[in-house]
């Protein structure tokens, strides 16, 4: 048998898959190159938005009109959108052989090797979610969330917070490390909510660099400005493998509108963990979340997005508007917006975004850098790609032999699109 893992959605959902695959490979059964090739596929589901739910209704009929001609392949739908709309999919898609929520993805591999499962009781993490070959790997430390923010649906497809223990992630980056991955990103819907046996965030970012050889960048995602301690902050400003680009979301400029978000903080709490945050962490940079066009926000209080936007100045922004969620409190507010005024204030939003990157960008076209190298340029083959710990993209000639998995010291001396240009030094 062969198999064909389609993933949608966030990294959380694509170290799961990386674990699956691990798990299938162990059960000798063999990875297809592509789809048609394969004698199972396996879609991972995402239900944040509803444009990926579209997308993977879209998918669900190609592989309905694949199995006509091949009565024998076997379709699973696995993931969040599983989870949420179990019993819609078995009846609108009865060509599919099973739907299997987000606790019990690692049950296809007994699906398939032994043609049945068993009932799995909450979430567990899996020994390993390396992808074979890779230089960076995600990590996965807790799972759900408890925030119940009111436009998300995360808390009911995914569950209520897990972390994994301390012990099960040391023994992953340790083996990680001796495999030579040089970079990884510790990942959980709310990842510094994390707390095992009294071991919170913090403690176990130290505990993890304590265990790097060969790893120099540690990433986190995604985080909660309310859990962003003092110690956290002092962590980041003092162990020198922890990056300094730091993703933090903002959602809305707006105290009123954070409020009806469920989200925890205010406009003013913001500032000043920003301003905390600058101060104590050298060469600082941000990515955020930003979300326009929820139910009653007015134009005083997009016009707020705005100008916390320009405070804040992100290098990286991942923008949207609100579209609804069924089941999320949000969906039945008062003040639902049309959708022409939702866009147009997405369109303002990313336009001023994107002149605001090219000035930080621009500011930094002169910048001394360490990079991981990913590859070689497509259209030089005698240049090579790199990105540094702010998550950049640079294009760099080498001085001698170089391959991916190296880290190089680039000196950039120009800025062309969303790519620096670099000299290796």
Not at 156 to 176: C, F, K, Q, T
Request: hydrophobic share 35%; proline share 3%; aromatic share 8%.
């Amino acid at each position: 048998m062969k198999y064909f893992i389609e993933s949608y959605g966030c990294q959380l959902n694509i170290a799961e898959s990386n674990a699956l695959e691990l798990l299938l490979k162990g059960a000798g059964i063999e990875k297809a190159e592509k789809a048609e090739e394969s004698d199972c596929v396996i879609i991972n589901t995402c239900s944040v938005r509803k444009t990926a739910e579209n997308r993977i209704w879209g998918r669900l009929s190609f592989y309905g009109h694949l199995k006509k001609s091949r009565k024998d392949y076997k379709i699973i739908v696995t993931g969040c959108m599983a989870e949420r709309l179990g019993e819609e999919l078995k009846k609108e898609c009865s060509f599919v052989d099973a739907v299997i929520g987000t606790n019990s993805k690692m049950d296809i591999v007994d699906l398939l090797s032994k043609g049945k499962t068993e009932e799995r009781e909450g979430y567990s993490f899996t020994s390993s979610y390396y992808r074979e070959g890779e230089f960076s790997s995600y990590v996965p430390i807790m799972n759900g969330c408890n925030n119940f923010c009111s436009y998300c649906i995360v808390p009911y497809v995914r569950g209520r917070e897990v972390s994994r223990s301390v012990d099960d992630v040391l023994s992953e980056i340790r083996r990680l490390d001796s495999l030579g991955v040089r970079e990884i990103t510790l990942l959980g819907q709310n990842v510094n909510s994390y707390s095992y046996e009294g071991v919170t965030f913090p403690m176990l970012l130290e505990k993890v660099v304590r265990e790097l050889d060969n790893i120099e960048f540690v990433r986190f995602e995604s985080p909660h400005p309310k859990d962003f301690s003092p110690e956290l902050i002092r962590v980041i400003r003092d162990e020198e493998r922890v990056c300094s680009h730091i993703h933090l979301p903002m959602q809305s400029g707006s105290t009123r509108i954070l409020k009806l978000m469920n989200r925890k903080n205010t406009r003013e709490s913001f500032i000043e963990l920003v301003d905390r945050m600058r101060s104590e962490i050298p060469g600082l940079t941000f990515a955020t979340d930003v979300m326009v066009g929820f139910p009653s926000e007015s134009e005083e209080e997009y016009l707020e997005t705005l100008s916390l936007m320009e405070y804040m100045h992100p290098i990286e922004a991942f923008m949207y508007y609100w579209n609804l969620r069924e089941g999320t409190r949000a969906a039945t507010m008062d003040g639902q917006l049309d959708e022409d005024v939702k866009i147009k204030r997405l369109e303002r939003l990313i336009a001023e975004q994107l002149e605001r990157c090219q000035r930080e960008k621009d500011g930094r076209k002169h910048m001394l850098t360490r990079a991981l190298v990913t590859g070689i340029t497509r259209d030089d083959r005698d240049r090579y790609l790199a990105h540094n710990s702010h998550n950049e993209m640079i294009s760099f000639r080498p001085k001698g032999e170089v391959k991916p998995g190296d880290m190089v010291n680039l000196q950039c001396y120009e800025l062309k699109g969303n790519t620096y240009l670099a000299d290796e030094v």
